[in-house]
């Protein structure tokens, strides 16, 4: 079972496991409404190194970027669901609309997220959202992988069947707009 720490916490913690010599794989997203997708691709990102730590979005950026609907779950709940995996070392909610501070802090060896990313100009023309985080984990020396996302499994696809259940239609803005998160 994993820890959740503050996020002032993330140099130290960084510092220790460097110092160990572990290889530190991070992901970061939103983790609203805990599925199958997410399990399966957060036991993928652990597979690539000795400690998986995941940054969670705090509800503010959740909202700003999903819509006014969501967070379903507020960020300290999400927060320790994910450590409450297995597969999960450490968790930290942080601010901000991307995760390239928390990749500065770690400094991972890996840096993963999900196939919906890309981090190149074909990935850009097929759709794919860019992924701001690229540049700095590669200027640290760390990989970034995309692990697919498993289709129809996502918090948006899960929103969407419950509404659809219930005979109600998602609010514009509500954040059912085909995202992974």
């Known amino acids: 079972m994993g820890q959740v720490i503050p996020f002032p916490f993330l140099p130290k913690l960084s510092e220790d496991l460097h110092r160990a010599g572990k290889r530190i794989v991070l992901t970061n997203g939103h ?3 805990l599925h199958i997708g997410h399990v399966r691709y957060l036991q993928a990102a652990r597979s690539l190194g000795d400690v998986l730590i995941v940054a ?13 609907a969501r967070p379903l779950v507020p ?20 601010p901000g609309e ?29 759709g794919k959202q860019p992924l ?36 109600c239609e998602p609010e514009a803005g509500a954040g059912t707009s085909g995202e992974t998160g």
């Open 31 to 33: 983790f609203d409404l």
């Open 56 to 68: 969670v979005n705090d509800d503010v950026s959740t909202r700003r970027r999903k819509g006014r």
């Open 75 to 94: 960020e300290a709940e999400r927060a320790e669901l994910l450590a409450a995996l297995a597969c999960v070392d450490y968790v930290t909610i942080f």
């Open 98 to 126: 991307t995760a390239e501070e928390v990749v500065r802090l770690v400094r991972p060896h890996v840096y993963v997220k999900g196939g919906d990313y890309g981090t190149t100009e074909e990935d850009a023309a097929s």
């Open 132 to 167: 701001p985080e690229a540049p700095v984990v590669r200027a640290l020396g760390g990989e970034v992988v995309l692990i697919p996302s498993v289709p129809e499994r996502s918090t948006s696809a899960l929103v969407r069947r419950i509404l659809a259940a219930y005979g």
